[in-house]
């Protein structure tokens, strides 16, 4: 077990890695669409990449529906295992819509040997999703 001092120095010691390692501007929150934003997530139990839409329901539905449409192009040409769920909860209880894209080998925060396969995952994986949006932007935005 570690103390939560201990996992905070190794989370931000991963983040930190992953930076030098992959130096590049992410997308992340910056895609100029309300309630729209990718994301990496990596605890000690699993790490994925994801799409989330948080916004109000109604501007929700309406970018859900668009994301829907390109279903088919993203698992194509992209990203052949993504996952879509229109109601996804996160640890919090709020309610949003994700398009993510799960690491299958076991991986923790917390052991240093996972670490370069979960950064190569969500350098390759992150990317194709940024081009995906970058390709299809204008059809995405409201």
Known sequence: MFSKEESRLLRQEFWTSFGKSFPRKWLLYDTKIKGFSFKFHFDTKSALVALDLEDDLENRINSWEK??????????????????????????????SRIYLPLEQKASIHN???????????????????????????????
């Open 67 to 96: 994301l829907v449409a390109l279903k088919g192009i993203l698992k194509s040409e992209y990203l052949p295992d993504a996952i879509y769920e229109e109601e996804y909860f996160l640890e919090n209880g709020k309610e949003i």
């Open 112 to 142: 240093k040997n996972t670490w370069r396969d979960v950064m190569e995952f969500f350098n390759e994986n992150m990317s194709l999703f940024e081009a995906f949006f970058e390709e299809y932007r204008d059809m995405i935005q409201p």
